[in-house]
């Protein structure tokens, strides 16, 4: 009889699949920081009801949030280089579209994507913020931009962290589709290496080890980080310097 799973090799695949380790955790985090501060923007701005912009980002969230990921990724494949070519075409200008590398397409996308889910998480979170304690910061002379840095931010990322953690996972492990743009992460590179061997089982076995581990470590650290700023909500020299 054949050797249908070969236990082994599940274990002895992984180093090579960890050398894409590096481009996986970096979509992560530079999607996952371009997302909060598009996110804390919008988020802004609907609390503020700016016109125009109030409406443009409620349709973008919108938009966003009731399409599937992978969709965003093919459009924005494929239409990036479509605008350069409008641009390259009105405005005479020479872009190169064929310069352009694969991982910007999925940085921005992935940017987007976690920008709709962050803005409702920080808004809400926001909303969440005591009334009183801004009130009390303008009567002690702050800006609101003070206001905003020292008091609001502050609180609200106390309510948001939870959330925004569990965002974060799931962004981690959404870096699976980066394939269809051609980036070479932690399940192309499976891909690649099943595709040689085919062994596929094995090493999609692998893949769900290396994710699941990623995702405990990245589970605990989150619990750290809230248990401190949790401890230290009521100090405010702490939590200005933790803004």
């Known amino acids: ?27 992560t985090f530079v999607a996952m920081t371009f997302g909060l501060i598009i996110g804390l923007l919008m988020a802004i701005v609907k609390i503020n009801r700016v016109p125009v912009f109030s409406q443009i980002f409620a349709i973008l969230v919108s938009f966003l949030r009731g399409t599937p990921l992978i969709v965003q990724l093919y459009i924005t494949y494929y239409g990036v280089p479509i605008v350069l070519q409008y641009i390259n075409f009105y405005q005479h200008t020479k872009y190169n579209i064929n310069s352009v590398p694969a991982l910007l397409f999925v940085l921005v996308a992935f940017a987007f994507h976690e920008s709709a889910y962050n803005s409702e998480n920080i808004r809400a979170a926001i909303l969440s913020v005591d009334k009183g304690e ?11 931009w003070q206001v905003l840095r020292r008091v ?38 499976g ?3 099943a595709g040689a061997n085919y062994r596929y089982f094995e090493v999609y076995l692998s893949l769900a080890l290396i994710y699941w581990v990623l995702t ?28």
């Open 152 to 189: 609001t931010i502050p609180n609200a990322l106390v309510v948001a962290l939870p959330t925004l953690g569990n965002a974060f996972i799931s962004l981690l492990k959404n870096t699976s589709l980066a394939f269809v743009a051609s980036v070479v992460d932690l399940t192309a590179k």
């Open 134 to 144: 801004i009130e009390a910061g303008e009567a002690l002379g702050m800006t609101r």
């Open 1 to 27: 009889m054949p050797k249908l799973i070969d236990f082994k090799l599940i274990f002895t695949e992984i180093p090579k699949l960890l050398t894409a380790l590096p481009v996986t955790l970096e979509i």
């Open 216 to 243: 405990i470590i990245t589970g605990f650290i989150i619990n750290v980080i809230e248990t401190r700023i949790t401890k230290f909500k009521h100090s405010p020299i702490v939590m200005e310097e933790i803004v």
């Open 191 to 193: 891909q690649i290496i």
